[in-house]
């Protein structure tokens, strides 16, 4: 369903917008890092929260899009940052916890309002907790679903899925994955995967740092490639890990579907956004294994009637009344064969 212009802001809190939240609230090492800037109650089935989201930065804000949108996987991060810091401030979930991510979902219905501007970016959230999962009177895990403002518009829509353990569970959780092998630390990782990395421009990047991308190649409708681990990347791992992060995961899928429709539809990154992605997490992604990212791009189907086909350097593209052009690609992440998660993307040519 396509959220309407005209739907606007429901009744929320004042917002705060002039400092950010404490960074061990989201989970961060470095202020930068962090784009929550309130958090206030609405009732015991959720919260408002604020972000400010930057005009440039060197990762969210490395893009070949014109005009200029705030990155989608930013909106995410925000979303991920509100779930968090909700999960500690109003579901008493202890700081030594460990925060499991099972599910992240965006959908973006009004991506021209995310164009970059002249002043920072203020994005409201409206978190309702979907389902409350709970042992011992202990909060276990919340599923949130996020409802998207900018000013009194409604852009889009979140939901992310969260699980708790306890330090001791947690570890036995990873020891009884690894079989019984001592966890790995992205902090000792080599700064270098091998591979030959992924031409910035492919991937919609301008500089090489942010790609994440090895040995990619294409062969008929289906594309792949190897992901690279930026484990001293300032952004993307913030802070050690003994697992690769869910969003450096979802950082290599965008990748590989730019590439994907690019290299097979003709669809350019410069002109390209997600406005819609959806991933369910079924195993940890360890540091140790190679994780290859497979995409497949469908084949459309031909016009019929009341339908409009455009056509691209590389292919047709969806151009039906309503959808705008839109691409859907399919992602699929694994390490020795086994899968660790699938995500559905759609891309949506951004008008001039």
Not at 16 to 35: I, M, N, P, S, W
Request: net charge negative.
């Amino acid at each position: 369903m396509t959220t309407s212009p005209e739907v606007t802001r429901t009744a929320l809190p004042a917002l705060d917008y002039t400092r950010t939240v404490d960074r061990l609230l989201v989970h961060r090492d470095a202020l930068g890092e962090v784009f929550l800037t309130d958090l206030q109650p609405v009732d015991g089935d959720g919260y408002a929260a604020a972000a400010q989201l930057p005009r440039s930065h060197a990762y969210y804000g490395d893009h070949l899009l014109r005009p200029g949108c705030h990155d989608p996987l930013l909106i995410l991060e925000a979303c991920r940052q509100a779930a968090l810091a909700g999960a500690h401030r109003f579901f008493d979930v202890p700081s030594d916890n460990k925060f499991i991510l099972t599910h992240l979902r965006l959908r973006l219905d009004q991506p021209h309002l995310t164009y970059v501007g002249t002043s920072p970016f203020r994005l409201a959230l409206r978190v309702r907790i979907a389902d409350r999962k709970e042992r011992d009177r202990r909060v276990t895990g919340l599923d949130y679903e996020i409802d998207l403002y900018v000013g009194e518009s409604l852009i889009g829509t979140a939901a992310i899925g969260l699980r708790f353990k306890t330090p001791n569970g947690y570890l036995t959780l990873r020891l009884n994955n690894r079989d019984g092998m001592a966890l790995p630390s992205s902090a000792s990782y080599p700064a270098a995967t091998p591979g030959a990395p992924l031409t910035p421009h492919l991937a919609g990047r301008a500089n090489p740092d942010n790609v994440v991308l090895l040995d990619a190649t294409v062969v008929g409708d289906n594309a792949q490639a190897l992901l690279r681990i930026p484990a001293h990347h300032a952004s993307l791992f913030d802070h050690p890990q003994d697992h690769l992060p869910g969003m450096v995961i979802a950082e290599g899928a965008r990748q590989l579907a730019l590439f994907a429709a690019l290299d097979i539809r003709g669809l350019a990154p410069s002109k390209t956004l997600i406005t819609e992605l959806d991933v369910r997490f079924t195993r940890f992604g360890e540091l140790e294994d190679d994780t290859v990212l497979s995409a497949t791009v469908p084949r459309l189907p031909h016009a019929g009637a009341g339908e409009v086909v455009d056509y691209t350097l590389g292919g047709a593209l969806d151009s039906r009344p309503g959808t705008g052009t839109t691409l859907p690609v399919h992602v699929e992440a694994t390490q020795k064969g086994e899968v660790l998660c699938s995500f559905d993307l759609v891309l949506t040519r951004v008008p001039a």
